[in-house]
């Protein structure tokens, strides 16, 4: 869904993009605003590291190199439009609700004078979800709440629960419950004894890991060792 118009004489484009996969560096005769709709961007812009996503915004000034990488379907909101428009430095900028009206209302030039009147963004702490699963793999029979998640990534609990809801949909509660259960239906089609598995992956006996196995996928162990 892609709209072009005119502009104080000068054509745009505007509209969400649908993105999945790995995208080599380029650069574009146009500047760019971008913002996620949904999911987040893995940015390199002008050899540095960044990201979009539902809260920070990027802009990338015409002639910036840059490249970028997301997972299945992340749907970014994004306007190209001439050079001149947003200056020639690259900038990270807070999505207010005025910038996600935007969307909706269709005015290009309302967006752009939204942007440039956003905050900036400095320096915004991520989680790393492959840290956060092989850190959860190593010690899963141990206790696990948000602040000790959170600590590793030197984040308030309160940031850390929201981000990882942003990032997965998932508060961190469901989050390492799931996780729990994935590890235990592995453990268990390898053969391990139901009261040794849940005591591997945090369950406090082998009926309440049984309970929550039937509860969340509808099998038993017992099944489960035959699938």
Do not use: N
């Amino acid at each position: 869904m892609f709209r072009s118009g005119v502009r104080h004489g000068r054509e745009t484009s505007f509209g969400i993009r649908r993105y999945s996969g790995e995208y080599l560096s380029h650069e574009h005769t146009h500047a760019q605003i971008m913002f996620a709709v949904q999911g987040r961007m893995e940015l390199e812009v002008g050899g540095l590291s960044a990201f979009a996503d539902s809260s920070c915004g990027m802009i990338i000034p015409a002639g910036t190199v840059h490249g970028f990488c997301a997972k299945s379907d992340v749907r970014m909101f994004v306007v190209d439009l001439p050079a001149d428009e947003v200056g020639d430095r690259v900038r990270k900028f807070a999505v207010t609700q005025r910038c996600r009206a935007s969307i909706v209302l269709k005015d290009v030039t309302w967006l752009v004078a939204q942007v440039l009147q956003a905050p900036r963004v400095h320096v915004r702490r991520g989680i790393d979800l492959a840290q956060l699963d092989a850190m959860l793999d190593q010690a899963l029979h141990e206790p696990w709440d948000t602040s000790r998640m959170a600590h590793v990534f030197f984040l308030s609990p309160q940031r850390f629960h929201a981000r990882l809801i942003e990032m997965t949909g998932y508060p961190p509660k469901t989050y390492l419950r799931l996780h729990r259960l994935e590890r235990a239906a592995q453990l268990l089609r390898r053969g391990m004894p139901l009261e040794t598995t849940a005591q591997q992956v945090g369950y406090r006996s082998a009926s309440a890991l049984g309970f929550a196995l039937k509860r969340d996928s509808g099998l038993s162990a017992r099944k489960l060792r035959v699938v």
